[in-house]
């Protein structure tokens, strides 16, 4: 569904992505996991159009979709929950969920998927007309993820959705990551910190260092391999 | 020193330009025009082109100076030669009445209050009743500065513009220049390199607004004879300044001269053809060069020619070679940088936090954290995204006020102290992205960090070079900051924050984007500058490299420092293991083993 | 005391005129972070055209000029973002190169107003402009009312389409995290023209409201642009609603001030309180804390 060949960004005079390939099947849970500067959050970037590539291709469902903006790309079911969970802060709960189904594609479905969401996270329906700048870091997140999915994706991007959450709460959130999978059949990429959670769930997955994917398997291979850990500490000595 | 002759030059010519012209009062009034405009244009670029704060009412300072000089005159016999002073009196108070509380908020406060000023001025003297006064001539020549022959005014004028050009060009190229170039770049580096950028902001407007003043007294006398509200204090001023300015060059020196005499002659032409059937026709000409200009020209024609002279001058370096240079070539000695004050030797910690808090609207992103910092040491701080790390840094820089808390450095509480201060005090800082001025050359960038501890603009340009050159840079120097690689620019950094001759240097994430040879190449840069008695913080990721280097660690999660000592405990700690790698990992790891 | 309650009623009559222009003004300002410096000149360029040219040439009366004034407004102000404004968005020196770019513009206008119509100053002389109801010693003009009535509908509808409709939200969406739009498809672009057009739309209609009772010429703009930045600073810079409460306090002050000071002196107590606010307040009374600095 995904292919991404010897796709380079540039930032900052740096490369944050070297000559990066990798591959996305139909209803495929891909985990992307590697140490801070990796370039993990620059790979969903590439694919969403909200980073350049200075080289290479991407293709999605067999289509060339580099040059297209960021903007366009949704259009095709490419949605791209950004980390740090960028919700708007003066609009409502509710407000931002719609916003999420902005693209006309998921317009007509926002009432129906309005309570679908709203089911699946009952915390937020409390909260509904409540500013999203007031909510908590785990609502927000909550609130960021319902909001990808209002988009009705056919493929949907996770940056780091337990990124300054509680142990508890990001528990939470893999929880619902996972409920979701099963329920919505859509394709995941995921890019976690969290390196054991990330490969829990995953189907395949790819280990980012420097720019470059250093490993890549299946979830059974990735998790028994004493590489992984060197890809969070840096060989801190443990 | 070779800088003032041509302004010299200049006007003399000008002068004698003038003076073989004859004394037509028609053609002699228009070279007087250019003259004043380009004067006050010159005087405006001083706050609006080089520190950056565009001041839309420009024309209370012009007016003040009118006003002052001919009311004195008129109602008190005060020559105008001494009111021309009292004028620029009047309105360097007034610029400090505006510029104290509004030049801390952002440039378009400050851009609006400037115009509210006149427009309360304009009516208030309207209903006294000064809204027309006539200069009385009294027909005492030069002690009235009153003259027949136009002549001398353009000769008074003509003084006048070098003089402020003098000053202009004195700015240009001294300490205080490099400060508001600076800051005008960014404002968060300058502050951080000790430059106090409020009190640089309010001292060019001071002096822009005493300028202005004297031109306005020569505006008055000269051109109107019957001073009007409107004419002194009216929108016709700023429009004329702020085209002639922007279409010549900020931040030129004769970029304003040289719009003037473009845009004025060219205006007065208009005005005379098709003033009567379309009067606004020289209006909407300015206008419409604003416009253009901004979109396609912003560095206005005299900047433009600047630039290209300059460009062919320079050959191209091949960055490449150079790059192999600093690494193989030139060893780059930072032990032999010079530091600053060692304030207590006895004390063993530089720096302690005690219990600082700080949040962000609702989001608590420090929570009572007390660290102490060891002197004469690298530590390390290390914690999960989102941790804390940089607010820590910018709440000791200063850029932050912490809520809660305090920050005691070689004894002092520097709490509530702002960047530049705390820069003078010693503590330096390098930016998780680096923030160089692009704008400038290397040898310049650096030269910003050095003038903080240099008495003149020469010491610190030859304490630069020796930087410079311990750090590897000295081939490249006069070569623009733009384009540098990640390497490069992370050198220029340290450089330029190792100017600054600090203490205490702060280091955020400086092996971001370099791959692990080049990682451990700056561990040994950083060992470098510590073996010459700098303690060093720095915050990074790639931990293997880090552990190369640190005597003592801090890690941080969630806001809280959940770890702190010698560099194996804290990176054993389960807390951090359990922040960097998940929950699970300890149950996985451990329950094997 | 009926004087008083004469002048309430002018503050706020006054004010609400105000307001359909400052409410577009935050707009601008709020989604594209652009000091519009020309804000006011569109307000009297729509005095002039259509209003003023529509009534001497095919005698339509100006309040229906003002709702006709709404798509050929939206237009030109379209336009003009794509045009000069666009390239601005996220460049390093946006504020100042926005500022200029807009005071040439204000020149731009004002003069080819100027040009076409001379200095002379106008009035719209129909029925209503001097016609006066009179609730017991209290006079209340008849176009003052009508543009008080038409000025509620707009903001209304203004408030209506940013709250209610998907495409106002994004309007929002888009003050609040210009960046996080792309991940909603949202195209910043669009939508940035969108709010400019929207917010000139309104400001060349509410002119027009404005000429119905009172005598406009060319250099108008110059006297209420500072007046719009006083509502929309007291009003907290980015807020539209905080923008009307704003502009019917300063329509207040600006009305009331007459028993302090004499008449010729009214917008130096509205310019006296901007300087005060920017002293005490810059972020206004609505407005969060921290945003101004």
């Given at each position: 569904?995904?292919?991404v ?5 540039e930032?900052?005079?740096m490369?944050?992505?070297d ?14 996991i ?5 370039g ?6 590439a ?8 080289s ?9 979709i ?12 490419i ?11 003066s ?8 916003i ?41 997140q909550m ?6 999915l ?11 959705p337990?990124?300054?959450?509680s ?16 329920r ?20 395949r ?34 | ?25 028609y ?35 012009v ?9 004195l005159?008129?109602?008190?016999a005060?020559?105008?030669w001494?009111g021309?002073?009292l ?11 505006i510029g ?8 378009a ?15 208030i ?139 004025v ?8 053809q ?16 604003l ?62 936090t ?7 609207g ?6 009572q ?10 530590t ?14 910018n709440?000791?820089n ?24 705390n ?14 001025f ?6 310049e ?12 603009l ?27 690689t990640?390497?490069e620019?992370k ?5 330029r924050?190792l100017?600054t ?19 451990d ?20 990721h790639n931990?293997?490299s ?28 389960p ?5 960097y ?7 996985e790891?451990?329950?094997?083993s | ?6 002048s309430?009623?002018?503050?706020l ?28 000149e ?29 798509p ?23 504020e ?12 731009l206008?004002a ?9 002379a100053?106008?009035?719209?002389n129909?029925?209503y ?11 209340i ?26 495409t ?10 210009p ?23 309104m ?51 600006q ?33 969060k804390?921290?945003r101004?600095?």
């Amino acid at each position: 569904m995904l292919e991404v060949k010897e796709v380079t960004v540039e930032y900052n005079g740096m490369k944050a992505l070297d000559k990066i390939s990798i591959t996305l099947n139909e209803n495929e849970f891909v985990s992307v996991i590697g140490p801070n500067g990796a370039g993990k959050s620059t790979l969903l970037k590439a694919i969403s159009g909200t980073a350049k590539c200075v080289s290479g291709e991407i293709r999605f469902t067999n289509n060339e979709i580099g040059h297209m903006k960021a903007h366009s790309r949704t259009r095709l079911g490419i949605i791209h929950i950004p980390e740090g969970r960028r919700v708007f802060p003066s609009l409502t709960l509710v407000e931002n969920l719609e916003i999420g189904a902005y693209r006309p594609e998921a317009r007509n479905s926002m009432p129906k998927n309005l309570e679908t969401v709203m089911g699946l996270f009952p915390k937020l329906a409390e909260r509904r007309n409540q500013p999203a700048g007031t909510l908590s870091g785990g609502e927000q997140q909550m609130l960021a993820i319902g909001r990808g999915l209002m988009a009705m994706p056919s493929f949907l991007m996770l940056d780091e959705p337990s990124l300054g959450l509680s142990p508890v709460m990001a528990d939470f959130i893999f929880q619902t990551i996972k409920e979701i999978r099963e329920r919505l059949k859509f394709a995941i990429l995921l890019v976690e910190q969290r390196a054991v959670e990330a490969l829990e769930f995953c189907d395949r997955a790819y280990v980012l260092e420097s720019g470059k994917v250093t490993l890549s398997g299946n979830r059974e291979s990735l998790y028994k391999n004493p590489m992984v850990q060197k890809a969070y500490l840096g060989s801190m000595g443990i | 020193m070779t800088d003032y002759p041509p302004i010299l030059i200049v006007c003399v010519a000008c002068v004698l330009f003038s003076y073989v012209l004859g004394p037509d009062r028609y053609i002699q009034r228009i070279i007087l025009l250019v003259v004043i405009w380009a004067a006050a244009s010159s005087s405006f670029n001083i706050i609006s082109g080089y520190a950056g704060q565009i001041v839309f009412g420009f024309m209370m300072f012009v007016g003040a100076g009118a006003y002052t000089s001919g009311l004195l005159f008129k109602f008190l016999a005060i020559s105008p030669w001494l009111g021309m002073w009292l004028g620029a009196g009047v309105a360097v108070i007034i610029s400090l009445i505006i510029g104290i509380p509004t030049l801390r908020l952002k440039g378009a406060f400050f851009a609006i209050a400037t115009v509210a000023f006149p427009l309360i001025t304009i009516p208030i003297l309207n209903h006294v009743g000064v809204q027309e006064v006539s200069i009385p001539f009294i027909g005492k020549g030069a002690s009235s500065m009153q003259f027949r022959d136009m002549r001398y005014y353009v000769f008074i004028g003509i003084v006048l513009l070098g003089i402020i050009l003098t000053v202009v060009r004195a700015i240009e190229s001294s300490c205080f220049g490099y400060r508001l170039k600076a800051l005008k770049q960014n404002e968060t580096a300058a502050e951080a390199m000790g430059i106090n950028t409020y009190g640089a902001k309010l001292m060019s407007f001071c002096v822009s607004a005493g300028l202005a003043a004297l031109v306005g007294t020569l505006y008055s006398f000269g051109i109107l004879y019957v001073m009007t509200t409107e004419a002194a204090f009216g929108f016709l001023i700023i429009i004329r300044v702020l085209s002639i300015t922007i279409v010549g060059g900020m931040s030129t020196v004769w970029g304003p001269p040289l719009a003037a005499c473009l845009l004025v002659p060219l205006g007065e032409w208009l005005n005379s053809q098709f003033g009567s059937r379309y009067p606004g026709v020289q209006d909407v000409i300015y206008g419409l060069a604003l416009i253009i200009v901004i979109l396609y020209m912003p560095e206005g024609i005299w900047g433009k020619i600047r630039r290209v002279l300059s460009a062919s001058g320079t050959a191209a370096v091949d960055s490449r070679e150079s790059v192999a240079v600093i690494r193989k070539g030139d060893v780059i000695k930072p032990e032999s940088v010079q530091t600053s004050l060692k304030l207590n030797p006895n004390e063993n910690s530089i720096l302690f936090t005690e219990s600082i808090s700080k949040f962000f609207g609702g989001v608590c992103a420090l929570d009572q954290v007390s660290l102490r910092i060891p002197r004469g040491k690298i530590t390390g701080v290390i914690g999960p995204n989102g941790s804390g790390k940089t607010t820590l840094f910018n709440v000791i820089n200063g850029f932050f006020p912490p809520q809660s808390g305090r920050i005691i450095f070689e004894g002092l509480d520097i709490t509530n102290h702002s960047p530049h201060a705390n820069c003078k005090q010693g503590i330096g800082r390098t930016f998780q992205i680096p923030q160089v001025f692009s704008n400038m050359t290397i040898l310049e960038n650096i030269i910003t960090g050095a003038i903080n501890r240099s008495k003149n603009l020469r010491d610190a340009h030859m304490a630069a070079r020796k930087i410079a050159l311990d750090m590897g840079l000295n081939r490249r120097v006069h070569e623009p900051a733009l384009g540098l690689t990640l390497w490069e620019t992370k050198v220029l950094e340290f450089s330029r924050a190792l100017a600054t001759q600090p203490a205490l240097l702060l280091i955020d994430e400086p092996m971001a984007g370099l791959n692990s040879e080049e990682a451990d190449h700056l561990g040994e840069m950083i060992k470098g500058i510590a073996a010459s008695g700098v303690t060093i913080v720095v915050i990074e990721h790639n931990v293997h490299s880090l552990l190369r280097i640190v005597d003592y660690m801090v890690g941080l999660d969630d806001g809280k420092r959940v770890a702190e000592g010698l560099p194996q405990e804290v990176v054993n700690n389960p807390q951090i293991i359990k922040a960097y790698l998940g929950s699970r990992w300890k149950e996985e790891h451990h329950a094997g083993s | 005391m009926d004087i008083v309650i004469q002048s309430i009623i002018a503050g706020l009559l006054v004010g609400v005129s105000y307001a359909v222009l400052a409410t577009g003004l935050a707009l601008i300002v709020g989604v594209m972070k652009i000091i519009n410096f020309a804000h006011a000149e569109f307000a009297v360029l729509g005095m002039y055209f259509p209003a003023y040219w529509f009534l001497q040439w095919w005698g339509i009366d100006p309040f229906i000029s003002a709702f006709l004034a709404i798509p050929i407004y939206f237009v030109l102000g379209f336009i003009l973002h794509r045009l000069l404004l666009e390239r601005l968005a996220g460049s390093k020196d946006a504020e100042n190169s926005s500022l200029i770019i807009t005071m040439g513009l204000s020149l731009l206008i004002a003069n080819l107003i100027l040009i076409g119509w001379s200095g002379a100053p106008r009035v719209i002389n129909q029925p209503y402009t001097t016609a006066t109801w009179s609730i017991g010693t209290i006079l209340i003009n008849h176009a003052q009312t009508y543009s008080l009535v038409i000025s509620l509908v707009f903001i209304v509808g203004l408030f209506l389409f940013l709250n209610k409709t998907l495409t106002g939200k994004a309007i929002k969406a888009a003050a609040d995290d210009p960046e996080g739009c792309a991940y909603m498809g949202i195209n910043l672009r669009f939508v940035h023209g969108l709010a400019f057009a929207v917010a000139i739309a309104m400001t060349g209609a509410g002119g027009i409201l404005m000429a119905t009772y009172r005598p406009f010429s060319p250099f108008f703009g110059e006297s209420i642009i500072i007046i719009l930045f006083a509502s929309v600073i007291l009003g907290g810079m980015t807020s539209i609603s905080g923008a009307f409460f704003g502009a019917l306090i300063i329509g207040l002050i600006q009305q009331l001030s007459a028993f302090v000071l004499p008449v010729d002196l009214q917008n130096v107590a509205v310019f006296t309180v901007l300087v005060l606010i920017l002293y005490i307040r810059p972020e206004g009374l609505f407005g969060k804390k921290g945003r101004v600095v």
